[in-house]
């Protein structure tokens, strides 16, 4: 089975960073990631299929790469509404295991 | 539009059959999935149903005692869930995939999740 890690598992930055998380699969997945944002208390949703595609509605500083087994989400601004966990997906083949999640707070 | 139901307190060993209510798309033409979050945890995949249900997967955790099925003349998808345990406890949402024809899809659209509880 794929396995699927993040790192890092918690980051605090301020208003305006640029942030990152990275997202690596045990074996190659081609572009089959996703990334979904929970904010607390709230649903998950989707930000990024096809490891960069933005899914309609999701604002442009948000942005995905990688493929294979390599994989990152960048936020360019990091707003204060961008406060969540972000999980990344495999969906290449079952189980189509999700990510530990990174969680993103606002210093 | 995804409405799930069916969760609650059960004991465990216990049983539990989950419903999710999907209107407003082509139903028949999208496989469906049921994802799980323990409290305070993370996203787990639980199974995932081709759009015709003639092909099913599931997590290791639950196999052999979840079943996933769908109903596509009432737009429906279920989760029947046996031997429940204690770990089981999460809310399970039912979720949409994003391309019709395929399973290996990412997951479009949330229901807003039942509460499982596994107690004694």
């Known amino acids: 089975d794929i396995q699927m890690t993040q790192s890092p598992s918690f980051l605090s930055a301020s208003v305006g960073d640029r942030v990152t998380i990275t997202c690596r699969a045990s074996?190659?997945?081609?572009?089959?990631l996703a990334w979904y944002q929970q904010k607390p208390g709230k649903v998950p949703k989707l930000l990024i299929y096809?490891?960069?595609s933005l899914q309609s509605g999701v604002p442009s500083r948000f942005s995905g790469s990688g493929s294979g087994t390599d994989f990152s989400l960048a936020i360019t601004s990091l707003q204060p509404e961008d406060v969540a966990t972000y999980y990344c997906?495999?969906?290449?083949?079952?189980?189509?295991?999700f990510g530990p999640g990174t969680k993103v707070d606002i210093k | 539009q995804l409405l799930d139901s069916g969760g609650g307190l059960v004991q465990p060993g216990g049983s539990l059959r989950l419903s999710c209510a999907a209107s407003g798309f082509a139903f028949s033409s999208y496989a469906m999935t049921w994802v799980r979050q323990a409290p305070g945890k993370g996203l787990e995949w639980v199974s995932t149903i081709s759009g015709r249900g003639s092909d099913t997967y599931y997590a290791e955790s639950v196999k052999g005692r979840f079943t996933i099925s769908r109903d596509n003349s009432k737009t429906t998808l279920y989760l029947q869930m046996t031997s429940l345990r204690v770990e089981d406890t999460a809310v399970y949402y039912c979720v949409k995939a994003k391309v019709v024809g395929t399973p290996r899809a990412s997951a479009a659209y949330w229901g807003q999740g039942t509460l499982v509880i596994v107690s004694s």
């Open positions: 096809g490891a960069s």
């Open positions: 074996q190659g997945i081609g572009d089959y």
């Open positions: 997906q495999n969906y290449n083949s079952a189980p189509f295991t």
